[in-house]
Structure formats: structure tokens, C-alpha cells
């Protein structure tokens, strides 16, 4: 799937498994700026993520 994306011009990141979703979520750094980010930026945001406590 990941292949018919590139060819959108898209840049894909696994995010895998579903548990760690919350790094895409609002407020995290991936968030933010997803529509300016290219493949690299995405997966260091994801890697910047911070799980915040339940309020």
C-alpha cells in the first residue's frame, strides 16, 4: 500500500503496532505539522512524542 502513496507523492511512516497511535494524535509534535513534514521529519516527531498523563 505504502507504494501507491509515493505514487500520490505522499511519504509514509510505519506507526505500527496500533498501541503507539497516540503519537499521531492532537497536540503531539507529528500533529502539528502534518502537512509540512517530509518522511524524516515525520518518523523524528513520531520519535518526539511525549504520552501525556490522563486527566
Known sequence: ?????DQ???DTVDNSPLSES???GPG???WIR????NREEL???LRRAR???PA
Do not use: D, E, I, K
Request: proline content about 4%.
Open 1 to 5: 500500500m505504502t507504494r501507491l502513496y
Open 43 to 45: 518518523a523524528l516527531n
Open 22 to 24: 497516540w503519537r499521531t
Open 51 to 53: 504520552r501525556h498523563a
Open 34 to 37: 502534518h502537512a509540512h513534514q
Open 28 to 30: 503531539q509534535p507529528a
Open 8 to 10: 500520490f507523492g505522499f
